[in-house]
């Protein structure tokens, strides 16, 4: 039995609320169950040094923890991105521009900002999925605007993780599942499948492939669910 009474197979209660703030070109907030990240997206009408001259876009993230997101105060990181930090705000910008036509954005930079408010496992899915969202909504203002003439993005995309518990998978863990997991994965996928990254790793005990394999549809089942929740936000149906 899953702490919380879950099914194996079954997400935490998942919410979006697009433009939870006026300032920035979009912004998200993503609940996956106690876990929840502020995804916000600015524009840069330029383009860093590689890129000048190529009248290609980019695409990159920041991402950090609040101080009270967990039980005991996270301090800030002023002195520059921690280890942990650093690899995930590199993954969220990899994943996001696996997906994006670059050059169908021009020399212009969309920042992705993901601030963890309440952190409860799956940090780093949820901000994913939610970075998609809030990426998808500002792509879709640019055209709008007449900034950018196509919509760059290629598929719809999210991230979820599984575990393996014993010897059962379990979906979309919580902070106290991941404490436990033997083994500990996380998924980002398109909505027809195509993998963009996979981070798998043995806690306890080694898995086989096809142990990962199982993973791997279950994890497609989740974020199918996740896809659709973003389409009806954005009524993308």
Same mark, same amino acid.
């Given at each position: ?16 609320? /697009? ?50 997101? @967990? ?25 996001? +521009?696996?997906?994006? *036509?670059? @050059? ?7 920042? %992705? ?10 940090? +780093? ?15 879709? +203002? ?17 991230? /979820? ?16 599942? *991941? ?16 993998? %963009? ?25 989740? /974020? ?14």
């Amino acid at each position: 039995m899953r702490p919380d009474g879950r099914k194996p197979d079954e997400l935490r209660p998942v919410k979006f609320e /697009i433009d939870f703030l006026k300032n920035p070109l979009s912004s998200v907030l993503v609940e996956f169950g106690n876990t929840k990240i502020l995804c916000t997206v600015s524009l840069d009408e330029k383009v860093p040094g590689f890129l000048k001259g190529t009248g290609t876009g980019w695409i990159t993230a920041e991402y950090a923890f609040i101080p009270g997101a @967990t039980t005991e105060r996270t301090p800030r990181e002023t002195m520059g991105r921690k280890g942990r930090s650093m690899e995930i705000q590199r993954l969220i910008g990899r994943v996001l +521009r696996g997906v994006t *036509d670059l @050059t169908l954005l021009g020399e212009r930079t969309l920042w %992705i900002d993901c601030e963890v408010l309440n952190a409860d496992g799956g940090t +780093r899915t949820a901000s994913v999925t939610g970075a998609f969202l809030a990426l998808k909504l500002a792509v879709k +203002r640019l055209i709008e605007r007449e900034i950018i003439e196509k919509d760059p993005i290629k598929e719809y995309l999210a991230g /979820i993780s599984v575990g393996k518990i014993g010897s059962e998978f379990w979906l979309d863990l919580c902070f106290e599942e *991941d404490l436990i997991a033997e083994v500990d994965a996380n998924f980002f996928m398109t909505e027809t499948g195509k993998v %963009i990254e996979v981070q798998a790793a043995a806690e306890k005990s080694p898995f086989t492939w096809e142990e990962l394999t199982q993973m791997k549809d279950l994890a497609f089942k989740g /974020i199918k669910e996740l896809i659709k929740k973003q389409k009806e936000v954005l009524g993308d149906g």
